[in-house]
């Protein structure tokens, strides 16, 4: 089955401290990965795709496949960053799932 | 570019009613994906378009549910006889190719 596992729904760090959203997926094969953000009253977008292996505003998620992981990580987190972020794997149809997100919450 | 457009964003019917809701894909991209949103859920695939023809439809109900992606205008989402459970967000995508994929605003539809 292709799964992918949010398991924290809210996430509330102060600015400034480093932060971890966790994501796990469940794929035979070799998986597409993503992370997408929803910032307040704005639409749904790309944030980054593991097979680019960029930082995009300071954010960089791994791809672990020993661990069906895919982590996305940022060192200091800032008020901006607060926002929904949603862990995607590409699907064997070209269609996204999505995992049912976590909330970032950055406290000045 | 004005981006991948959806209306109309707030959708009020009634018990029985149908619901069109429209989605026009940024310029140049020939692939458009309807995704369901529940409240508390990450977003579910729906179906998988390309110009008149569907390509994948395994995440649509199997009654009442129908998309359309004609060779002029925009996608349709119909959904025939609406109940309460269809209450909820759809959101629409484009791409030019498979997973890049560029999102609407998304249409909130209420059943009352």
């Known amino acids: 089955a292709q799964r992918v596992t949010q398991p924290e729904k809210l996430l509330s760090v102060f600015k400034g401290a480093p932060v971890e959203l966790k994501c796990n997926y469940s794929?035979?094969?070799?998986?597409?990965l993503f992370w997408y953000v929803q910032y307040s009253r704005q639409r749904l977008q790309l944030l980054l795709r593991?097979?680019s292996r960029e930082s995009i505003k300071g954010f960089t998620a791994d791809l672990n496949k020993g661990e069906t992981s895919f982590h996305l990580k940022k060192p200091f987190a800032q008020e901006e960053d607060s926002a929904m972020y949603y862990c995607?794997?590409?699907?064997?149809?070209?269609?996204?799932?999505f995992g049912k997100g976590t909330k970032l919450s950055v406290k000045p | 570019n004005a981006g991948v457009m959806q209306n109309p964003r707030h959708l009020v019917r009634r018990r029985g009613q149908e619901a069109r809701l429209r989605c026009s894909p940024m310029?140049?991209?020939?692939?458009v994906y309807w995704y369901r949103q529940l409240p508390e859920e990450g977003l579910k695939f729906m179906v998988y378009?390309?110009?008149?023809?569907?390509?994948?439809e395994s995440g649509m109900p199997k009654e009442r549910f129908s998309a359309e992606f004609p060779k002029e205008g925009p996608s349709i989402l119909r959904i025939q006889q609406v109940v309460r459970g269809d209450s909820a967000a759809y959101f629409c995508?484009?791409?030019?190719?498979?997973?890049?994929?560029?999102f609407g605003p998304g249409t909130r539809l209420t059943v009352t």
């Open positions: 995508a484009s791409s030019r190719n498979s997973y890049e994929q560029y």
């Open positions: 794929y035979s094969g070799s998986p597409e």
């Open positions: 593991h097979i």
């Open positions: 995607v794997l590409g699907g064997s149809q070209g269609n996204l799932i």
């Open positions: 310029k140049g991209h020939s692939h």
């Open positions: 378009l390309q110009k008149e023809n569907i390509i994948d």
